[in-house]
């Protein structure tokens, strides 16, 4: 283990997605999405609780009163993490089932699709704004990671299967994407770019799927840091801790039979390091 790597969770999960910051109970929230079990790791414990959902969910966030708003199936879902139950909102109309997503600086919840086959242009990226879903983003493979710089006036979007990382103009008030432009393109050796987290500076951080690298970007684009986790199969990050100056990382070990597993033994694991920077405070979904 990485001296700047803490084990936190040593568990196999399928894929270990979509970590959340929960401050007011001081733990975080995290979801494999092919065991459809919801995480619930508290941070002075150390106890990881499981429950396990009724459908699958890929990403949260939090809403105003403490529960959260999940990307779910084939739409959108309040959960509720006591009762691990989920209340259809709306549904999407592209893509196999929903992907990563995060809330706006206005707070509406964002998330894209993905396709299992990764069709080219048959995965959107939608904005729930109230009960409602608009798609804000079409024509990509597999929608993942997305995030803002800390004006809200850029959108970072990650298109895992091309191995892209958009930037699109933001509009905070009105939840408009426009002007996309290839911002990042990634090298097979670097790995497909999966979740990814902006910090105070504007610094975009991403995890590298399949290489087990953490890279982080200024905002023109140039890579400026790569820190390497204890396992090739990290897929998603995000800020935590008291100060936001923890973050969180979750991995996957689908696909792998015995001999991988032992070859890369922390698969599926949960795990926490200090980047040295801290990240934003983000906005709680804005729905009722």
């Known amino acids: ?68 708003i999940a990307a779910a199936d084939r739409g959108f879902a309040r959960l509720y993490p006591g009762r691990a139950a989920l209340d259809p909102v709306t549904a999407v109309h592209s893509g196999d089932r929903m992907n990563d997503g995060a809330c706006d600086p206005a707070g509406r919840f964002v998330a894209g699709t993905f396709t299992h086959a990764h069709d080219p242009q048959r995965s959107a990226l939608y904005l729930l704004d109230g009960g409602r879903a608009r798609p804000i983003v079409d024509g990509l493979t597999a929608a993942n990671g997305v995030a803002w710089s800390p004006d809200g006036s850029r959108m970072y979007l990650v298109d895992t299967a091309p191995r892209t990382i958009w930037v699109y103009d933001y509009d905070p008030e009105r939840g408009r994407a426009r002007n996309g432009r290839r911002w990042v393109v990634c090298s097979d ?52 801790g008291p100060r936001l100056d923890e973050m969180y990382v979750t991995s996957a070990c689908f696909g792998y039979d015995e001999r991988a597993l032992v070859a890369d033994p922390y698969a599926g694991a949960l795990f926490r390091f200090r980047p040295g920077t801290s990240g934003l405070s983000l906005a709680p979904w804005n729905g009722l």
């Open 189 to 240: 050796s670097e790995g497909r770019p999966d979740g990814i987290a902006v910090d105070a500076e504007g610094g975009v951080w991403v995890a590298m799927h399949w290489s087990g690298r953490i890279h982080r970007y200024a905002p023109s684009g140039d890579l400026e840091t790569v820190l390497w986790a204890p396992t090739r199969r990290i897929t998603s990050i995000a800020f935590g």
């Open 1 to 68: 283990m990485s001296e700047n790597f803490e084990l936190l969770v040593h568990r196999q999960a399928l894929c270990g997605e979509g970590p959340l910051w929960m401050p007011t109970l001081n733990c975080v929230y995290w979801v494999d999405i092919l065991r459809r079990e919801l995480h619930t790791y508290h941070r002075e414990s150390g106890i990881d609780e499981v429950r396990v959902l009724p459908g699958v969910v890929t990403a949260l966030a939090a809403t105003r009163s403490g529960q959260l």
